[in-house]
């Protein structure tokens, strides 16, 4: 049986077109059971609290108002809106809120690349495209604001990839998407960049004499996507904002999100990769040269940064769809006439999904991870109602969340790369007088640091401080002049 009689056979089935619908509930069902991953990240909670001030202020803040070491400098926050949604789910229905609308945007996400793909693939193909694009983008899915934007990133490439296919333009209704996404995340800048390449793609594999008609129609979508993406409290400073995250340099590395690739043990990444070069050398697959440019280009993005994975998954495979259809013999027009959705059936899933959720929210209880969360430390240290706290990095959206002014926090582009880097070399006693210089220069009250670090151990130990709290997540060492741990050693006379 040849690839066009399997495509043709299962464009008549009744179940094509629903393959969204089924992705979508999969996936949201997926993450809804593991609801307590997508609260991880420590981020999440001060997310969640400048949330709130802007609902409280009904302002989006401009300098600093939570940290005591950088409080009043100059900082935006590109994620307002994200932040905003995440507060009012939170205030709605607590902790299950911020995981349901993470949640549904990830569905969503995957719900809307299935729609994409199944345009011109088979069914069984999609989903293969989907379970390597669901293993890449796991470790990034959280509840923040980058998952809220991934929907609106799927659909914009989408359509800008589907315009290139066609050899045409991108609608204009597509601009309040980038305007929505520059309210969302500072991603939005990404989406931009994006339009340059696929233009000339289009323009390249166009007619020659419609080529120069194309390419101003294409301009004009750039430009009015620029001044969409203005469209935000911030004006053209969103468009900015992404310079001070590039510009973090020597402490990117130092972020776990932001590091490089690892191959030193086998994971996702490594085996998607291996299993996409053999079926390229297999099959003999050849895509024009600008998705070539394109491809690489995305990859290079995922070895550089950890985080960008997640966008060469997402992306990728929208690049490849349409040539890869083209190869497998007719595959993109057997699949051309899929129905679309039933709505009863949709709304039917869409109801067993509400109802699952609203019995699953009521039995099961869904909180941040403990590791980010020192509950019974930071108790112990507001009774000491001090100002000036030396605090471990993750620890920072706890405290903010619970209105103690930390010393650094996620925020990382607020405190720079020397303050970042400085910090983690005294924490991690890389460079020990880093950590005696910040203490004494930021006339430091009392540290909160994870029970296990290094600065801890040594703090155990350091006259002038003293242990006041400790347990399996964090220590709480007081400024104590009179706090003496020195013994002078016993000499050994038979020894010499």
Not at 123 to 147: K, M, Y
Not at 149 to 163: C, F, H, N, S, Y
Not at 392 to 399: I, S
Not at 477 to 484: F, G, I, T, V
């Amino acid at each position: 049986m040849t690839l066009s009689i399997a495509n043709t056979a299962e464009a008549a089935s009744p179940t094509r077109g629903l393959l969204p619908l089924w992705v979508g509930s999969g996936v949201y069902a997926l993450f809804l059971l593991a609801g307590n991953r997508l609260l991880i990240d420590p981020d999440t909670m001060w997310q969640i609290t400048v949330g709130q001030w802007i609902i409280d202020h009904r302002a989006v803040p401009q300098t600093d108002v939570y940290s005591f070491t950088m409080r009043g400098q100059p900082w935006i926050s590109t994620q307002w809106l994200a932040q905003v949604l995440f507060a009012k789910a939170y205030a709605i229905a607590g902790w299950s809120g911020p995981v349901v609308l993470a949640a549904s945007a990830i569905a969503a996400t995957f719900a809307l690349l299935a729609k994409f793909l199944s345009r011109h693939l088979s069914q069984s193909t999609a989903l293969v495209f989907i379970a390597a694009a669901l293993a890449l983008t796991v470790p990034h899915l959280l509840a923040r604001p980058h998952v809220l934007a991934m929907p609106i990133m799927v659909l914009w490439a989408g359509e800008l990839i589907a315009a290139a296919d066609r050899r045409g333009a991108p609608p204009f209704r597509l601009l309040p998407l980038m305007a929505l996404w520059a309210n969302l995340h500072g991603g939005f800048v990404f989406g931009l960049v994006l339009i340059a390449p696929i233009a000339l793609d289009a323009v390249l594999n166009a007619e020659v004499k419609a080529r120069k008609s194309l390419a101003l129609r294409w301009a004009a979508f750039a430009i009015a996507a620029l001044i969409a993406g203005c469209c935000t409290p911030y004006g053209w400073n969103s468009l900015l904002a992404s310079q001070k995250i590039l510009a973090l340099g020597g402490a990117l590395p130092l972020i776990m999100e932001w590091r490089p690739a690892d191959f030193g043990s086998v994971g996702p990444f490594e085996v998607c990769l291996l299993f996409a070069i053999g079926l390229a050398l297999w099959r003999g697959v050849t895509l024009p040269p600008l998705r070539i440019v394109l491809l690489l280009g995305l990859l290079h993005m995922a070895l550089a940064q950890g985080r960008a994975a997640e966008i060469l998954a997402l992306l990728a495979p929208l690049l490849l769809a349409a040539p890869l259809a083209r190869q497998l013999d007719g595959a993109e027009a057997a699949n051309s006439a899929a129905p679309p959705l039933r709505g009863v059936l949709v709304a039917g899933v869409v109801i067993a999904l509400v109802a699952g959720t609203l019995v699953y929210a009521s039995v099961y209880r869904f909180e941040p991870h403990s590791r980010g969360s020192p509950v019974a430390a930071v108790a112990a240290l507001k009774k000491l109602n001090l100002a000036r706290v030396f605090n471990d990095y993750d620890f920072g959206g706890y405290l903010i969340a619970n209105g103690v002014a930390p010393f650094i926090d996620g925020r990382t582009e607020l405190y720079g790369e020397k303050f970042f880097v400085d910090h983690n070399a005294a924490s991690g006693l890389m460079e020990p007088e880093n950590l005696f210089r910040l203490l004494e220069e930021y006339k430091i009250e009392a540290t909160l640091m994870r029970t296990q670090s290094a600065a801890t151990k040594l703090l155990d130990h350091l006259d002038g401080w003293q242990k006041i709290h400790a347990d399996d997540i964090a220590t709480i060492h007081l400024r104590k002049q009179d706090a003496l741990h020195t013994v002078e050693p016993a000499v050994d006379a038979k020894a010499k």
